[in-house]
């Protein structure tokens, strides 16, 4: 039996090529199309507290991607502009009763949010730090601090969202990161969907997103 050297060599390397293509093709489908994918709410949600004693300002996200992400962490970082761009310093604030700066999620599932509060009145540093104004530091004692005078320090200040975590499926380490909010993103009303509306009732934003269960630290 004749054996057609260049024609077996042909056939193989068409083959191999159709291989690596395939894989590379079912590769990329898994980590860059099939992934986890956080987006974020255009505006800080603004509500009255339940006491009735001043406000919440909340943050939202959700996995519009098609995977879940795990171990999730998320974090809310403030930036202060002093005087030039040279002098800025930046710190994070709480997003839980217990005060620490990283907030932990065990998952996030496709299609799944999350609804957070800033913890102003977890900052240390808003009552002790001098190179914030004395009218500042006296109402940050009070508790009375709001995200508005927050966002008034200094020539310029923002806040920004961190989340982090693991696609479930690859392991990959995955990273979002929100919009910069400044003062003209905070917003009265309730989330609907990413967009925060004062049409929004807090019945049908709990149905949205249901609270997260006990001794997550979530509760406002």
Known sequence: MDINLPELVLSNLLRLVIG??????????????????VEFSDAISKIPRRSGKGHLYRIKFLNTGRRGVIGVEVYARLTFTWT???????????LSNDG?????????GPDKDRILS???GKVPSFRTN?????EFREKAQQNAVTLEDVLSVGKSASLQIYVSGYDEFSGARKIFLSPKYGLAEISAGRFKRLKVTEKQTEAAETAETPPPPEGTGDAA
Do not use: C
């Open 20 to 37: 690596l293509a395939t894989s590379f093709f079912s590769w990329w489908v898994l980590f860059h199309f099939i992934v986890p994918k």
């Open 84 to 94: 030039d761009t040279k002098n800025i310093t930046g710190l994070y604030v709480p």
């Open 100 to 108: 620490a700066a990283k907030h932990e999620i065990p998952r996030l």
């Open 118 to 120: 800033l913890r102003l």
């Open 130 to 134: 001098t190179r914030y104004p004395p």
